[in-house]
Each structure stands twice: as C-alpha cells, then as structure tokens.
C-alpha cells in the first residue's frame, strides 16, 4: 500500500492523504535555522541547537501523535466549517490533500468546501527564519467570507528545562506585541542574560491576535478547538507567565475566483550585548523588522524560493546516475544525498525519535556522515573535521559526543568508546581523497576542547592509530572498551540497577573484553593511514604501520576467526561473543562486514565463506538482522543489547546502518548481483509499496526495521538520522557504480547486478566535471576491460585528475 508517490523531476515525494502510519517529515534549513516539518505541518523549530536554542515547542510521544506546528485554520462562518489547511490540529475531512515534500522547502495543499488553500514552507538559504506562505482561493461561485488564524506556540528555548522546570516557567514567560499585533515578539529570559528572541509575524494588518496558549485555547481545550477560532475572534491577549503563544486572525472576503496570499515569517534574532533595548524593557527590532521588510511580499519569497531551489540544483548536481532503473536513479540523485546532507547537520540530535535534547554530535557519527557529505561541500566538511578533532583527548581517545553549539565534548558520556578514534582517521582520508586538501593535516587543533595545546590534525590521527595500538587486549585484539560501533555489546559493564547506563557503569575491573570488530577497523583504516603516510613521504611511519596492521590481519585470521565466520568478540571473561559455541548471538554481522571490508580472509577463503554465512544465517526479506538467535533474556556480561526485545534494534533487529557493509564486502569479492540485493532489501523506494508494513517515510533511510524475530517484522523505526545514509550513499556511488575517490584520483570499478547494462554517471571531481558512461554489453558483474578520457584509451581504471573547470568525457566498458 502505497501513501502517495515520486515525482522525480521535482524532486519531491508527494504524499496523498494526512493519515500516513507515522508523521512523514522533512527538514527545512541548511546552516544555522532548522525546522522539523510534517506532512500535516507539525514539527518544531530550532537555531543551531535542538537542545539550547529551541524556539518552538513539541509535545513527543504525545496522542494524538504530532500535534504541534505552525497550524493555519480556516473557519468560514457561513457553512460553520472550521478546519486546517495541513489537517492537523482540527482534523475536518479535506475535500483534497496533498503534501509536497522537496529539497527544503514543503508545500500543502488543501481544498475544503471550495476554498483552496496552500501552505509553502521553507528556511531560505542565508537567513534564521521560516517563511510560511498561505495562498487562500475561492474555487466556489459565491463570495466568501473566512477568517483565517495562525499558530505557533513558543519553547522558553532551553528545551529540556521547558519540559521539565514547571514552577519557574509559567513565572517567565514575556511576549511583546508590534504593529497592532501583525508583530508578536518573543523574549522570555531576555531581560536578563539572554541576548535573542524569536517574532512570528505577518505581513499584512490583522484582526486580532492573541499570545497566551489558555486565552486562546480555553480552559481544558486543545489546539484540536480552540476557544478563540470557535468564537471566531481573537482575544488580544498578552501573555504573562504561562505558555507563549503566536496567533493572528485575518479576516478575509474573497469573491469568486479571487487569491489572497499571506506571508508568515518565523524569526530568531541574536542583538549584542550593549544594544539590546530600544527603550527600557522594550527590545531592539531592528534586525526582526529588517528580516521582515526582506520577506514581505511574494516577489521577494518568490526569488528566496527559487534561490533555495538553486542551491539544491548545484549540490547535486556533484554526483548523479541515470541508469533504467528508477528507483535506483531516485535515490541516488535525489534523496540518499538528501538524507546525507540532514545527518551532517543534525547527527543525532534532533528528529521524530531523537528529542534533540540528548545527543548532541557523535563523534563516530559525524565522522561516518562524512562518507556521504564530503562531496557536496568539503569547505564544511573541512571544518567539521576540525571540530571532532578537537575533542579528542591527548591519549588519541575522544569525546563520545559534543554539543553543537559550545563545541565542547559532553562529560556525562565521556569517553572509552575504543571505536571513536580510528573513525576519525577514517574521516579525514576520505576528505583527502575527496579535495586533495593536504593543508588540513597541518591544522593546530587543539585536545580536549583547548585544555591540552595544540597539535597538527596529522598528529591528531597519529595519536588515533596509537590508541588502538596501545590498548590491546589478552588474545592481541583491540579492547572494546565501553563498547564499539554497537553501543549495546556492553562488555565491561554489569549492570544490575534499573535506570543505570549501560555504557558508563564501571562496576568491573580490568576492562579486558575485546572486539574483533575494532580489529578489522584497524586493519582497514589503518592501512589508509599507513597509504598516507606513505603519500607524505613518511617511509617509515607507513612501514611500521602496515606491519602492526599485517600483525593485526593474522591475529584477527586465528583469535578471530570461529570456522565459519569471524568472532565478533571476547567478554569480560575471555568468553567468545559471536561464536558457534554460545547459545545464543552465535554470529554478528558487524565482524563479518568490517573484516571483509578490511580484506582479511579474502586470500584464503575466509572471506567468502564469511559472506556465505551472513546469507544462510542473518539474512531475511526485509534486510539482514545484526546477529542469531536472537538473545532471548536479559545477560550481565553482554549488556544493553540483552535488553531489548528480540528483534528490535541491536537484539536482532535489522540495523540498517551495517548492511551497506555487507554490500561492500559482497562488491569487493565481485559479487554484484548479491551486493544489489542487499542494497534493494532496506532501500527505502524499493519498498514504496509496503509502505504499511513499513510505515517510516518511504524516501528516507531509517535506522532500523524489525527483524524476523519480532511480532512486527519489517516495521521500521528511527528515520533519518542514521549513519545508513552516509554508507549506503558511499556503497552505491563508490561500489556499485564504482566510482571511487583515491589520493591519486577517480578509480572506476563498477560491481553491479547483470540486469544493469550500461548507466551515466556525472561526477564533479576536485572541480572538474567527469561525464562518464559505462557499458556492460555481456551482463558481467565486475570487470573493467577499457577505459578511454576524451577519447584516449587509458592504460587502466584510474583517470588522470583533470583541471579544476575541465569538463571531460569517459567511456567505461565492462566485460
Ligand atoms: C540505542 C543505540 C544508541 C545508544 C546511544 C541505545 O539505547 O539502542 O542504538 O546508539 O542508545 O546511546
Ligand atoms: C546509533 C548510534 O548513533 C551509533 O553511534 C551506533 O553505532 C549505533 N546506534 C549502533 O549501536
């Protein structure tokens, strides 16, 4: 069952009908003013700090589910019909509905009683506000008289202390009207240390406003009927204490045929310290009065409109596919770069599952979205590579997340997460591969946020390789630590208590587990550190790494390797996890994918037989479950993944993010047709169809969908912010089409299901452009038999790196 469609030239997914199983969203905002966005106008809004800076409210986990936005309702007195254009809050039966969602921007349309209405939404590229445009049309024959409301209700910006510090917030609550109320300002905490204050307002006269949430709602009624559209009038009221609110009343008589469009502005504004007030207890408008005067007629949001689409057009416009494979097409172009884009923004922090309160920035998050952002703008991954480096500590270990705001690394989770370093190796070659930009690893950046001098980024990485090194365990396997890449294979930790973190407790000594996994990032991201020493003439530097990474391999090839497929890792007893001989969680796919990956086992077989396992054992319809059997109690010496019902999340659910691994390790041993199926299986327009089973918007990514052992096999959960958008961008782009960045240049080296006989790609490389056409006459699934560039055959697979402005043409055969 399907909730609506594609349409790719737009590059949007237009949804059919308000009810879809879960609020299907979109984030609108690039830089620094971010907005949640739904298919029925819910959501909230933020600048740069989901947790710090929220300016709307929204009320999670609440029912109706995704009940706060910014709502517009229609009420027209003479057919007594009250409804919203997105739905949402009210609920009236819609005549039409559509939701259109794009590259930054959503746009609803309604149509009740003949009066047709349409909501745009968007954050333009360069400024802190969202512009919601109505345009409201007679379609009927008769005159029409409506009065139309707007509503957002206002967060007292620290979102956790709103949610939580009741006593103190209906005290201090402020708002300030301007411009008979077209202007509704607000500034709670700003006489004291706060220096911004958000405005919701309009660019025409009104007929009322309100901004107190229980002036205009009534006593114990919602937002669903509200006392204030009911009556069909404002209330004026000024809110003091209590919950802050925006809403306008315009009243509107439109004759047959006629359009009325309004334009709503939703503006954060940040005044320096010393000019803050225009007058005592009144604040300087300048800066909300000049964002309004910039957005207060359609031409004016017509050419921020067309200049967001631009943007869009040019970003990516970096990598495109058209092959005869739509679905392929779609997500390539259009919405897997999409999804890259919003989890380097946002990592974690802030969606419809993540409260934006929690987790800031990961540091092997944001480290891994690079894989799928570095290409559209290495500028920002330039900095952001700097950010994470400074907030790793001066042993090599890091931060486990910072808040994006302060920069500074979050105490309460800390570190040990023995993964964490190496990813941040992983970062950089893959933005050196990207831009050439080796200026970045002379870079000062400091260690744990300043408190530690700085280095150079390249002593950063050496210190990230040394860590691994130096922290091995009993078998010479790399210690876990509190845990890897699975946050939940909590092996050091046992935790008894109700409440606890699984990941922090240290209630054992020693700390002794190991992870085989890690062992398999250190080879593979070791020898790209070893490559790249070797790139910067360290001769030595790059033979000592490649031996400690051959020493590694073979460690990993005996201590690791359980017969027919790799140990995921030892416990705090020197126990095996991911064994044949444990009872349950005998195999993990993380071990199998990053080994592989590695290229441990693929001179011997192991490989291979690895993968081979991973299809008899972990595979099912809807994806590849992380490990078998499912645990099926609560285990002291596993942890938080013991915790988790069977087939949910890391207990044997799908984990979206790690599939691509196994399409990559199934690419490099040249199995196309395998590496395409794993890639179909959890690709999310693949799946359009059993939208109902999988309920999660069907053009994003998400980070997990049930697995065979749970009643709801199938369900995904968590969307969008999932480290399966970076890798799955990187398999498809680098592996499947195999167009892959080295330090040396663009290698082609496609590996792809038989059915894909020839396929374009355009590429913009280090600032050429690389118009590349391959051919696959005879249906192979990897082998490149000629190359030519311009005409030229090339004498293998590596193109020469053209100048920066070249526009260049290469034919790819494969056979
Ligand atoms: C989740 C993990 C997540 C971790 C973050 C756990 O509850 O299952 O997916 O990485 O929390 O702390
Ligand atoms: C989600 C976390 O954000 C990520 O860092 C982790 O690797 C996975 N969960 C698996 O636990």
Known sequence: MQFGYFNDAEREYVITTPETPLPWINYLGNREFFSLFSNTAGGYSFYRDAKLRRITRYRYNNEPTDNNGRYFYIKDGEINATWNIGWQPVRTQLDSYTCRHGMGYSIIESEKDGIFARQEAFVPIDDPCEINRITITNHSSMPRTLKMFSLVEFCLWNAVDDAANFQRNFSIGEVEIGDEGSALYHKTEYRERRDHYAFWSTNCPVNGFDTSRDAFCGPYRGFDNPAAVEQGHCFGSVASGGAPVGVHQID???????????????????????????????????????????????????????????????????????????????????????????????????????????????????????????????????????????????????????????????????????????????????????????????????????????????????????????????????????????????????????????????????????????????????????????????????????????????????????????????????????????????????SQGMCVMAGIGVENGYAERALKSVKERLDTEYGIVLHQPAYTSYRLNLGEISSYPPGYKENAGIFCHNNPWISCAEAMLGHGNRAFEVYRKITPSYLEESSAIHRTEPYIYSQTIAGKDAPNFGEAKNSWLTGTAAWTFLFVSQYLLGIRPTLDGLVIEPCVPSHLHEFAVTRVYRGATYLITVTNPNGVERGVTAVTMDGEVLDGNLLPVAPEGAVVTVAVTMG
């Open 252 to 590: 509107l008589l439109l004759s047959p045929g006629e359009s009325r469009s309004v334009i709503f502005l939703l503006g954060y504004v940040e005044n320096h310290r010393n000019e803050k007030w225009e007058a005592p207890n009144v604040i300087n408008k300048a800066r909300a009065k000049a964002l309004m005067a910039k957005y207060s007629d359609d031409k004016q949001v017509d050419e921020a409109f067309a200049a967001l689409s631009d943007y869009w057009k040019t970003m990516l416009g970096h990598f495109s596919v058209l092959s005869d494979d739509r679905k392929l097409d779609r997500m390539v172009n259009i919405w897997n770069q999409y999804q890259c884009m919003i989890t380097f923004n946002m990592s974690r922090s802030a969606s419809y599952f993540e409260s934006g309160t929690g987790r800031g920035m990961g540091f092997r998050d944001s480290c891994q979205d690079l894989f799928g952002f570095v290409h559209l703008i290495p500028s920002r991954a330039r900095t952001r590579i700097l950010d994470i480096a400074a907030t790793q500590f001066e042993d090599g270990s890091a931060y486990h997340q910072y808040q994006p705001m302060t920069k500074q690394g979050n105490l309460e989770v800390g570190s040990g997460f023995n993964d964490d370093p190496l990813w941040l190796i992983a970062a950089v070659t893959a933005y050196l591969r990207e831009t050439n930009d080796f200026s970045i690893l002379e870079e000062q950046v400091p260690f744990d946020n300043g408190k530690v001098p700085s280095q150079s980024l390249m002593e950063h990485l050496r210190r990230s390789f040394r860590y691994t090194k130096d922290h091995m365990g009993p078998q010479g396997l790399p210690l876990i630590g509190r845990a890897d890449w699975n946050d939940c294979l909590n092996l050091n930790c046992f935790s008894e208590q109700p409440g606890e973190s699984f990941q922090t407790v240290e209630n054992i000594k020693g700390g002794r587990a190991e992870s085989v996994f890690i062992a398999g990032m250190f080879v593979k991201y070791g020898s790209e550190y070893a490559d790249l020493c070797a790139h910067m003439g360290l001769k030595q530097e790059s033979a000592e790494a490649r031996n400690s990474v051959a020493k590694m391999s073979r460690t990993v090839l005996s201590a690791g390797w359980d017969g027919e497929w790799f140990i995921r890792a030892y416990d705090a007893n020197g126990e095996p996890v991911g064994s044949k001989t444990c009872d349950e969680g005998q195999i993990f796919i993380e």
